[in-house]
């Protein structure tokens, strides 16, 4: 029963570079939502992403960043011309549904490092 | 106020010992409260979710207390696999309700 996946595991980008995320939820889960953890902070919520819908991306930049879940693959984060701030963990997490349990099971991250 | 707030440690405590983490959140609204452990560069995962009559789960005892917006993490007997980063979580309300806000942790090193 595998859990959340995600790759690359770690990722090097020089600033301009895009950078691509990938998350594989649990079976049978069909929410995704995305995670970024700074150096010494708390993880904060980026997007909430169902099959083919973004539910709320309240919490990501403006610029340079989108996701997507598409209804065949994996939910994909992407971040265009990166820059050194962009260096972070981030979390990818599913749920089966939003309302009546919300425990969510997080993935192993992708660890971004932009030179 | 921050949204959620927790002891910013780091504790260090020898093998067996007993110790208690405190959290605080502003929101009075959240509705869903959760202890979660990170071990160092992975991933965060659910130690437990904290009800209002308080619960327990072996070595592990949450308490919530809404009118003081404060949920407590009480480890007893602790071990050395114990040592982690403690995340405090809560949820979001209402139509958001499936967002998470985080505590920045607490380190925990348990030492034999």
């Known amino acids: 029963n595998a859990g959340v996946m995600q790759n690359p595991r770690h990722l090097v980008r020089r600033r301009g570079q895009e950078a691509r995320l990938r998350c594989s939820p649990m079976?049978?889960?069909?929410?995704v939502y995305w995670y970024r953890q700074l150096p010494e902070e708390g993880l904060k919520f980026m997007v909430y992403?169902?099959?083919?819908?973004?539910?709320?991306e309240s919490g990501m930049p403006k610029e340079r960043f989108s996701a997507e879940f598409p209804k065949e693959g994996p939910s994909i984060l992407r971040i265009q011309q990166v820059v050194r701030g962009d260096s972070a963990a981030y979390f990818c997490?599913?749920?089966?549904?939003?309302?009546?349990?919300?425990?969510?099971?997080f993935g192993p991250g992708t660890r971004l490092t932009v030179t | 106020r921050k949204e959620v707030e927790q002891d910013p440690g780091p504790f260090n405590v020898p093998e067996g010992a007993t110790v208690a983490f405190n959290c605080t959140y502003s929101?009075?609204?959240?509705?869903?409260f959760f202890w979660y452990r990170q071990d160092c560069r992975k991933e965060p995962k659910l130690l437990m979710s904290?009800?209002?009559s308080g619960n327990e789960d072996g070595r592990f005892t949450a308490q919530l207390n809404r009118a003081s917006q404060y949920i407590s993490l009480l480890i007893r007997d602790s071990k050395l696999s114990d040592s982690a980063t403690y995340l405090c979580?809560?949820?979001?309300?209402?139509?958001?309700?499936?967002?998470?806000?985080f505590g920045k942790g607490t380190l925990l090193t348990v030492n034999p």
């Open positions: 904290v009800y209002s």
């Open positions: 979580v809560v949820n979001d309300s209402g139509g958001s309700n499936y967002k998470l806000t």
């Open positions: 929101n009075s609204a959240s509705q869903s």
């Open positions: 079976k049978g889960h069909s929410h």
């Open positions: 997490a599913s749920s089966p549904a939003s309302t009546g349990s919300y425990e969510q099971y």
């Open positions: 992403l169902q099959k083919e819908n973004i539910i709320d």
